[in-house]
T-cell receptor, first 115, second 111 residues
Framework: GAVVSQHPSRVICKSGTSVKIECRSL??????MFWYRQFPKQSLMLMAT?????????EQGVEKDKFLINHASLTLSTLTVTSAHPEDSSFYIC???????????FGPGTRLTVT | QKEVEQNSGPLSVPEGAIASLNCTYS??????FFWYRQYSGKSPELIMS????GDKEDGRFTAQLNKASQYVSLLIRDSQPSDSATYLC???????????FGKGTLLTVNP
């Protein structure tokens, strides 16, 4: 299957600072990338859909000014959590689709802790 | 609102048995169907995709799709303790590739 990486795998930051998470498709070009958040013992929650070269589409209730998404190339999307607060602490996971298939491959996730 | 329903479990089976996981979906326009496995603290891993009615086999896994009944299932033969995880059913409609997930079924395989 296709490989998606994320960096960093784990990050601790102080309240009020910003954190950038990178998502890369390593062996394919991703037409679309997705960003999810998952709280402990809860389902995946889709935050936004990102297409290369265009603005991300955010799900209802997700603040676009707080969660900045940039999809500058067919292999890289970034999520920046701005002015992070403890309630933003969560497991952030990206995924990507190949050009020719609807199969979605997930990155390993980034565990964010805001102190 | 599109919904994907799964029994949350836990589903407990002995090692070597067949585990049967079920999923129903509400949107008749759904076209693609997936099963993901998620270990605790890890991200989901795609294990099966199915697009047309019938069965699809891959090793110990068999996915079954019945669009008329809006039902998709996953059978795991010769279950192993390493299969213990949460299994997520997901569907997409059309070409937007956005997944709608069920809440997952926790499977425990007992040695």
């Amino acid at each position: 299957g296709a490989v998606v990486s994320q960096h960093p795998s784990r990050v601790i930051c102080k309240s009020g600072t910003s954190v950038k998470i990178e998502c890369r498709s390593l062996d394919f070009q991703a037409t679309t990338m997705f960003w999810y958040r998952q709280f402990p013992k809860q389902s995946l929650m889709l935050m936004a859909t990102s297409n290369e070269g265009s603005k991300a589409t955010y799900e209802q209730g997700v603040e676009k000014d707080k969660f900045l998404i940039n999809h500058a190339s067919l292999t890289l999307s970034t999520l920046t959590v701005t002015s992070a607060h403890p309630e933003d602490s969560s497991f952030y996971i990206c995924s990507a689709n190949t050009r020719s298939a609807s199969e979605q491959y997930f990155g390993p996730g980034t565990r964010l802790t805001v102190t | 609102q599109k919904e994907v329903e799964q029994n949350s479990g836990p589903l407990s089976v002995p090692e070597g048995a067949i585990a049967s996981l079920n999923c129903t979906y509400s949107d008749r326009g759904s076209q693609s169907f997936f099963w993901y496995r998620q270990y605790s603290g890890k991200s989901p891993e795609l294990i099966m995709s199915i697009y047309s009615n019938g069965d699809k086999e891959d090793g110990r896994f068999t996915a079954q799709l019945n669009k008329a009944s809006q039902y998709v299932s996953l059978l795991i033969r010769d279950s192993q303790p390493s299969d213990s995880a949460t299994y997520l059913c997901a569907v997409t409609e059309g070409s937007n590739y956005k997944l709608t997930f069920g809440k997952g079924t926790l499977l425990t395989v007992n040695p």
